[in-house]
């Protein structure tokens, strides 16, 4: 029964981190928006780096939860 518990604790927790997930996204997105509106080209390439590792790690709990 304990397993049972322990189990969907940690879906509880994943699926709480895909939130969290969902917003940083945005938020890189609304970044990556303003470098490109800046020219910004260092900006850029930085945001893009941070949304492939976020993206990454959403599709690997999005995985998990289903």
């Known amino acids: 029964m304990k397993q ?3 189990g969907k604790k940690k879906k509880s927790k ?5 939130a969290v997930l969902r ?5 890189e997105l609304a970044v990556l928006y303003e470098a490109i509106q800046e020219k910004n ?3 850029m390439k930085k945001c893009k780096q941070k949304l492939h590792e ?5 599709i ?3 995985e998990y939860t289903s």
């Open 14 to 18: 994943a699926q709480e981190r895909l």
């Open 4 to 6: 049972v518990a322990s």
């Open 54 to 58: 976020l993206r990454n790690e959403f």
């Open 41 to 43: 080209e260092k900006q």
């Open 23 to 27: 917003l940083e996204l945005d938020y």
């Open 60 to 62: 690997q709990l999005k």
